[in-house]
């Protein structure tokens, strides 16, 4: 079992920044691919970002990459999402999640997710 609580949303102006942490509790953190997703008014949860557990490979949407980065750091139990020059449409709640074996994309396959964390960017 992993617990995640994530932390760090808040309001931003356009072109602000943002760092969120997720805090994992358990003992198989280290064993998990993390992810980030977000979920805006009205519109399906979409994928973000993700790492592998040993955080030797990282994984972004075309909508953030270049401006997002996902670092995780296992000592702490932590995944991490900077996030640079933010825009209105990254107004969303952010979820961190959780699962085993292999990276995927796809939001149906993690296992474990956070309560999320509201993310808006004012214009």
């Known amino acids: 079992q992993v617990q995640l609580v994530e932390s760090g949303g808040g309001l931003v102006q356009a072109g602000g920044s943002l760092r969120l942490s997720c805090a994992a509790s358990?003992?198989?953190?280290?064993?998990?691919?993390m992810g980030w997703f977000r979920q805006a008014p009205g519109k399906e949860r979409e994928f973000v970002a993700a790492?592998?557990?040993?955080?030797?490979?990282?994984y972004y949407a075309d909508s953030v990459k270049g401006r997002f980065t996902i670092s995780r750091d296992n000592a702490k139990n932590t995944v991490y999402l900077q996030m640079y020059s933010l825009k209105p449409e990254d107004t969303a709640v952010y979820y961190c999640?959780?699962?085993?074996?292999?990276?995927?994309?796809?939001?149906?396959?993690?296992?474990?997710w956070g309560q999320g964390t509201q993310v808006t960017v004012s214009s």
């Open positions: 999640a959780a699962k085993t074996l292999y990276y995927t994309s796809e939001s149906a396959a993690y296992e474990y």
């Open positions: 790492i592998t557990q040993s955080g030797g490979s990282t």
């Open positions: 358990g003992r198989t953190f280290s064993r998990c691919v």
